[in-house]
């Protein structure tokens, strides 16, 4: 028997030291989670962050932070360890592969261990009535159908880790519409070039009366006014949108208090950025503490 430290950055769960916690107790191993100073005769650091990838001090390093870096086969095949965070559902992936690689996004970088469709049921205990799909795109998986009939089988509530509105058809929307979500659901407007798509899928969540939050990356390769469109034809939809700064330049940070205030104050407005207008000219940002939303006086 060995004691194996498992060290995170990650602040809610981390997937990959769950499996290897399940791993390493299956060997009769001792498993401790952040807790540094514990001597042990192996160590696992998992990195979300990039600002964090020095501090940790580890035999094996692994997560975002090094996304060449897979766990060993007989380990990823493993159900999580779900002790270890004290959770109240399930999760893991059924396609792990996402083939748009965005020059924005990290996980074009990720090495996948495989591109094949895996059932719920490799992860999923039936005790939790919800389950956290943590795919990077399920809709471009062949057998997405597949997924979803298990969750109506298993009569599960989905996490749901954000879902590709420009794949949107009416199959796909009546599979959301017939799914129980817990909380709410996400979809992403990223680039301006990919408008028509985007409005084929946000006139179909309209038309299905079905409500998310959109989040729309600023501060990379947009304008101000192509933000501002984007905002106002989510808005015009129905949906909510979430401001994502890639460059966080004064101007974006600004706007991203101004969009992401309490209380959606812009539903209603006819005119997004006539309220933008008003409000660089006669409004003060107020800086407010951290895990809370900028507001302005």
Not at 246 to 265: C, D, H, I, Q, S
Request: net charge negative.
């Amino acid at each position: 028997m060995a004691t194996i430290n498992l060290l995170t950055d990650a602040p809610n769960y981390n997937l990959a030291l769950m499996k290897l916690s399940a791993w390493h107790k299956a060997q009769g191993d001792t498993v401790f989670l952040n807790e540094p100073l514990q001597p042990a005769e192996k160590t696992y650091a998992s990195i979300l962050f990039d600002w964090n990838k020095d501090k940790f001090f580890a035999d094996v390093y692994g997560g975002p932070q090094f996304p060449t870096v897979n766990l060993p086969p007989e380990v990823e095949r493993m159900r999580p360890d779900y002790e270890l965070y004290n959770i109240d559902h399930s999760l893991g992936y059924t396609f792990r592969p996402c083939y748009r690689h965005c020059d924005f996004c990290l996980v074009k970088t990720f090495k996948f261990p495989d591109k094949k469709h895996h059932s719920i049921w490799e992860f999923h205990e039936e005790r939790f009535d919800k389950i956290c799909l943590m795919n990077n795109n399920t809709f471009i998986d062949p057998l997405w159908k597949s997924t979803f009939q298990e969750i109506w089988d298993a009569d599960l509530k989905v996490m749901e880790h954000g879902m590709d509105i420009r794949l949107l058809d009416n199959e796909k929307i009546e599979a959301i519409k017939n799914t129980k979500f817990s909380g709410k659901l996400h979809f992403a407007w990223d680039r301006m070039r990919d408008k028509k798509n985007i409005l084929t899928g946000l006139r179909l969540l309209k038309e299905y009366k079905i409500h998310s939050r959109m989040y729309v990356l600023c501060g990379y390769d947009s304008t101000m006014e192509e933000d501002l469109e984007r905002c106002q034809t989510i808005v015009d939809y129905n949906q909510v949108p979430y401001v994502m700064p890639f460059n966080l330049t004064k101007t974006v940070r600004l706007f991203k208090g101004f969009m992401n205030a309490p209380a959606n104050w812009w539903h209603g407005k006819e005119n997004i950025t006539l309220e933008w207008e008003k409000f660089q000219r006669g409004k003060k940002y107020v800086k407010m503490d951290e895990g809370q939303t900028d507001l302005f006086e």
